[in-house]
């Protein structure tokens, strides 16, 4: 089994950060429930990165369990890199204009 190395961006972290938040004001310990959420997704990432099919070319959608989010994420020979912990509605350009 191949072992990959996990990079998240600071645009990532911050998209975490905010949402954790708005849902810790919804309902106290939601915030922590959505963070085990996204954590439970990209352990399923790191495990077997290619199980989840592509939002745009070379750039990899993981659906997050219980909330309208995705986390999106390149992979690079052993290397993956999540750029955006992104809510359905937002708009895509602003995730794919983290792509470099």
């Known amino acids: 089994m191949k072992t990959y190395r ?3 961006n600071p645009f990532a972290e911050l998209d975490l950060h ?4 708005w849902y810790e004001l919804k309902k106290p310990g939601l915030g922590d429930e959505f963070v085990k ?4 997704t ?3 990432i790191t495990e077997n990165p290619y199980q989840f099919g592509f ?3 070379k ?3 993981a659906v997050v369990k219980r909330f309208p989010y995705s986390i999106f994420y ?3 020979n052993d290397l993956i890199t999540v750029f955006a912990i992104f809510h359905f509605s937002r708009n895509p ?8």
């Open 55 to 57: 939002a745009k070319k």
């Open 93 to 100: 350009k602003t995730w794919k204009g983290r792509i470099k």
């Open 6 to 8: 996990l990079i998240v």
């Open 18 to 21: 905010t949402a954790k938040d």
């Open 37 to 40: 959420e996204i954590d439970n």
């Open 59 to 61: 750039t990899h959608r």
């Open 42 to 44: 990209i352990l399923r």
């Open 74 to 76: 390149i992979i690079t």
